[in-house]
C-alpha cells in the first residue's frame, strides 16, 4: 500500500491563488510590485513578478508541505551556489520580515510562500527538435548537479514524494485506480510490473543520496550558443528534491527528452554519456537505468490522467499530458535488454559479444555449398535503378540457387534494397537475418536443445541460450513440444524438385519477436540480442564489417589537409543515382549541391559510353581520332557567333588560367580587371583573380600587383543595393581603370561570372556588363565570361549565363558539368585570340580532348538536349524558388532568395536591416539539414549562403523534399 501521506499528496489540488491574491502577497511581505504573470506547475501555484528593475518568482504551496521541506530546498540552492559555479541557480529571497519561508492564510485556507530570483532563459520543452549538443549538455548538467549533492545532508529531504522512483510501482497502481479507460489501464499497468520485475534484482547496489530530481527539459533555461543552439545551463524548480537513487536523477531527465526523440530511443544516449563523464555510475546504476525511464514515463502519464480527473482546467498538466505520453510511447518501444546494451556501449562498459554455437541447421551443407548474394550499396546485382524492384533479393536468390545448388543472402548486411529516397530518417537498412533459397524438401533440424512453438507462421525454438525463429520451414505433424539437438523440425516447404526459402533468426530475449531490418545507429545493440547464426549454419553468412571512421582517419593521415571534406563527421558515400547518393549503410541523401554532375549521378547512357570508348582507345589530343573533333565542333556551336575556337583542358581552374594567357598573348599587356568575393580556381593564375575570403582569408592581402579588384556588383548586400544600382558599380569599374590610364598601365583583360555564382546566384545589375565589356575593349582588352559553375543549361531560361546580360564575350571557360564528374573543362574564343598564345609556344594537355574525355563531353550534351535538362532546370528550379520565397515571408533568418533556375541561394541574416550574416546558424542547418537526409553546404564571403546547385534531373517531388525538409529545420531548430 502506498504511504497514507503520501496518497493524500497525489489527491491535493493546486493553491487556488488568483494573480490579484498574489499581488497582495508580494506587496505585504516582500515590498514589490510589478508586471504579475502566472507560471506552470503540476501541484504548486507560481507566479513571476516583473518589478521593472528586477523579476523574481512567488511559489506558492499549500501547508501538506511542511517548512522542513522547503528549508532543504532552499538549503540545496545555497549549497548549490557555493560548489557549482558551471551552472545556475536561483537564490531565496527573504521577506520583509527577514524569513526566507513565510506561512500565509487566503481565504480561509493555508499556504507557504517563498521567493526566488527568476532565472532568464528558455526552457527546452517546447522544442520540438534538441541538437544533440543541447541533449549532452542537459546529460552533463544534471550530471554535475548530482556530483554536487553527494555530500549535502538535511532532514527535510526524508520525504513522502509520489516522485521518488523507489515508490514508483505502488505510486503507479494507487494513480490508475480510478482511471477509466481500463484498456490503457492494464497497458500500463502491465509495463510498470515489467519494469519492476526487471529493476528488483538491481536495487540493493544503487546508490543514494540527495537528488534534484526534477533535471528536465520544462525545469532547465537555456541560452543560445553562437549558432542559435538552445544550450542548457540553469536549473530551476527544487520541488522534487529528496534523497534517492542517483541513477534516478539520470533517468528523470533521459525520460524528459523522448518527447523531442522522434520516436528514436537511441537519442537520449549523448545525455548518458554526459552525465556518466560527470558522475559516474556503476554498471548496475547503468543497467537500472532503462527500466526507471520506463518507470518515470509510466509515473508520468499515470499522474497526468489523475491530476486532470481532479483538475480538468489545470492548462499546465493538460499541456504535458501529450508529451508524457509520447515519452510513454517511445519508451515502451523497445525491448529494456536493447536499450541496456545500448546504454553500456555508449559509457564503454558493453559486455563481450559471444556467438551461439549448435548443430548444423541443414544437414550436410558444408561452406563450399553454398552462393552469398551481396544486396550492399556497392552491389553488381543492383544496376542502376535496380535495386527499388519489388522482391529483387528473392528473385536474385533463386536464380543463384539455380546456378550452384544452395544461395544465402548475408547477415549484418546493410541492404540497398531496403533503402528509400526523400526519407527524413535513416531506413532499416540492417538485416538481422539471412534468407536461405535451396531444394524443396531437405530437412531441418534443430542446432540445440529446446522448446518448440508454433507462433503466426513461424517455427520457434526457444532454447536456453537464444530463440531460433524459422520461417518457410514445414514442421512434421508429430513434433514433439521439446526438442533434443540435431532432432528433426521439418523440412523446406514447397513442391518437390522446385526451390524453397527458408528465413532463419536468433534472438537472446525470449518472448521478443525481433525486426528483420534495423536502422544503423541502432544496429550494434541488435546485434548483441540477435547474433549472426553462422554458429548453427555451418557456414559463414556475414557481411563484411564497415570501417568508416578508420577510413577516414587513413584519409586525414595520407591526404593533404588542404584539401577538405564536407562534414565534421560525414557520412561514406559509395554510390549515387540521378540526384541521390547514398552511403555505406544505406542511407539516401538528396544532392542539392552537386553542380559537377550535371545529368546526375550513374547516368546509365555516359557510363556505357565511357567503358565502350575506354575499351577502344585513350590516348592524348596530339593523335587524330574523331572524337576531338566532332566534341570541338559542337562547343563551338554552342557559342555565340565568332567564338568559333576551341582549347580542352581537365578543369575548371585549368580554364581560367589558360583564359587568362590568352588575354595576355591577345593584348601583350599584364594587367586583368576582376572582381571582389570571386572565386575563379587554384592555379597560380585562377587564385590570383579569385578575392574570395571565404576561399582564401588572405585573399586581399596577397593579389599580385597585375589584379585589379573592383567592387563586387551584388545587388543583395553590397555597396549599393537593389536593382538601380548599375551606374553605381560601373562607376566603381571607370575608377580602377582612370586609375591604370593615369600610370598608362594597359589593360589585358576583364574577368568575371556573369551571375554572381559563388555568392549563390545574385544577377549582376542590368546593363552592368554591357558598360563594362564596352570599357574594357576600349583600352584593348579582352572580355572572360567565367561560366564554369553557372553556365552550361543550369540557369534554365539561359544556357549560357551571359545571356542574361545581353552580352557576348571574348572567351568563355567552361568546365565541371560539362564532364558530369568526368574532369573535362574547355575554353572558347575567337581564332585571333586562340592563335595569338603560338607567341609562347603551343600548348598542350595530356588528357584533355583524351578520347575518353571528348566521348564524356559529347554523351552529356546528347543527354542534356534529349533529357531537356536545361527545360526541368527551368521549371523545378522555378517552382523550387517560389517555395524558397515562401519560407522567407515565414522565417526571418531567410534576408533573400537569389538566382535562377537551378542555381540559387538562400541567404541567412541575423537581422534583415544590418544584414548581419549568420554564419554560425548556417553551419548548423546543413548539419541538421544531413540529418534529414539533404547534402548542402554553406557559401559565400561570409558562408552564410545555401548555394543550391543539383543535377539537372531534380523531380519536383525532390524540390519539395529539400524545401519542406528546410522549413522543418527552420521550424524545429538545428
Known sequence: MVEDALKLRTELARPDISAEEARALLAEHYGL??????????????????TGEQRYVLKICRAEYGPLELEAQNAALQHLSDRLTSARVAEVVSSLKGEAIESVTVREQDYRIRLLSFLDGEPLTRRKHLSREAVSALGALAGRLAAALQDFEHPGLERELQWDLRRAG????????DMPDQQRKKRIAEIMVGAMRRLQPLTAELRIQAIHHDVTDDNVVSQPDASGRAIPDGVIDFGDILKGWLVAELAVTCASLLHHA??????????????????????????????????????????????????????????????????FDVATSVPSALMEHAILATTGLAPASTSVTGESLIPGLGPTDVRQIDLSILSPLLPEERWQHQGLPISLLQHAAHAIGVA?????????????????????????????????????????????????????????????????????????????AGAVLGVVSGEQQTYGLIRVQLCREHGLVPPLFVMPHQAEAWKALCPSPTGVLGFECDAPELHSEALLS???????????????????????????????EGRSYLDMVNN????????????????????????????????????????????????????????????????????????????????????????????????????????LETRPAWVHPVTAPNTSRGEFRGADTTDSYVR???????????????????????????????????????????????????????????????????????????????????????GNGHPLGAVITRREIADALEKEGYFFSSSGGSPVSSVVGQAVLDILTEERLPENARVVGGHLKARLEALGQRFPLIGAVHGMGLYLGVEFVRDRETLLPATEETAAICDRLLD???????????????????????????????????????????
Open 33 to 50: 510590485s510589478g508586471t504579475i504573470s502566472e507560471l506552470g506547475s503540476q501541484q504548486d501555484r507560481n507566479y513571476r513578478i516583473d
Open 170 to 177: 505502488p505510486v503507479v497502481l494507487h494513480l490508475l485506480a
Open 262 to 327: 522522434d520516436g528514436d530511443p537511441w537519442f537520449i544516449l549523448p545525455a548518458v554519456k554526459a552525465f556518466h563523464a560527470a558522475c559516474p555510475l556503476t554498471e548496475v546504476e547503468l543497467r537500472a537505468l532503462w527500466p526507471l525511464i520506463v518507470a518515470r514515463a509510466a509515473v508520468l502519464v499515470a499522474s497526468s490522467e489523475h491530476q486532470l480527473s481532479r483538475e480538468p482546467d489545470n492548462a499546465y498538466v493538460e499541456g504535458n499530458a501529450a508529451h508524457e505520453r509520447e515519452i
Open 408 to 484: 544465402t543472402t548475408r547477415y549484418g548486411e546493410y541492404r540497398m534494397t531496403e533503402t528509400q529516397l526523400r526519407s527524413p530518417k535513416p531506413d532499416a537498412t540492417l538485416a538481422l537475418h539471412v534468407d536461405i533459397c535451396l531444394e524443396a524438401g531437405r530437412e531441418i533440424v534443430a542446432p540445440f536443445a529446446g522448446r518448440v512453438i508454433r507462433q503466426d507462421g513461424l517455427l520457434v525454438l526457444e532454447g536456453a541460450e537464444a530463440s531460433l525463429f524459422l520461417e518457410g520451414v514445414e514442421a512434421g505433424g508429430d513434433i514433439e513440444e521439446t526438442a533434443a
Open 932 to 974: 534529414l537526409g539533404v547534402i548542402m553546404q554553406p557559401t559565400g564571403d561570409h558562408l552564410n549562403v545555401l548555394k543550391i546547385k543539383p543535377p539537372l534531373c531534380l523531380s519536383l517531388e525532390s524540390a519539395d523534399f529539400f524545401a519542406d525538409m528546410l522549413a522543418r529545420v527552420l521550424e524545429e531548430g538545428w
Open 596 to 699: 559537377v554532375t550535371i545529368l546526375g549521378h550513374g547516368h546509365p547512357r555516359l557510363a556505357s559510353a565511357v567503358g565502350r570508348q575506354w575499351s577502344l582507345l585513350n590516348t592524348n589530343s596530339r593523335f587524330h581520332y574523331a572524337s576531338v573533333a566532332e566534341f570541338s565542333t559542337r562547343l563551338a556551336a554552342l557559342a555565340p557567333e565568332g567564338l568559333d575556337t576551341v582549347f580542352l583542358v581537365n578543369s575548371g581552374s585549368e580554364a581560367n588560367d589558360l583564359a587568362l594567357r590568352l588575354a595576355w598573348a591577345y593584348s601583350g599587356a599584364r594587367n586583368v580587371v576582376s572582381l571582389l568575393e570571386a572565386y575563379h580556381g587554384w592555379t597560380v593564375a585562377s587564385d590570383a583573380v579569385s578575392t574570395s575570403i571565404a576561399d582564401n582569408p588572405q585573399a
Open 554 to 584: 587513413r584519409r586525414q593521415q595520407h591526404f593533404a589537409k588542404p584539401q577538405k571534406n564536407y562534414y565534421l563527421k560525414p557520412p561514406q558515400i559509395e554510390r549515387g543515382w540521378r540526384e541521390y547518393l547514398f552511403d555505406v
Open 732 to 818: 566603381s569599374v571607370v575608377t580602377k581603370l582612370t586609375e591604370l590610364d593615369a600610370e598608362d598601365e594597359r589593360l589585358a583583360g576583364f574577368i568575371c561570372e556573369p551571375v554572381y555564382g559563388n555568392a549563390g546566384g545574385i544577377p549582376l545589375p542590368k546593363g552592368y556588363l554591357d558598360a563594362v565589356y564596352a570599357m574594357v575593349r576600349a583600352r584593348g582588352g579582352v572580355c572572360i565570361a567565367d561560366e564554369v559553375q553557372v553556365g552550361y543549361g543550369r540557369l534554365g531560361d539561359y544556357f549560357w549565363g551571359f545571356e542574361e546580360q545581353g552580352v557576348v564575350p571574348d572567351i568563355i571557360t567552361v568546365a565541371k558539368g560539362m
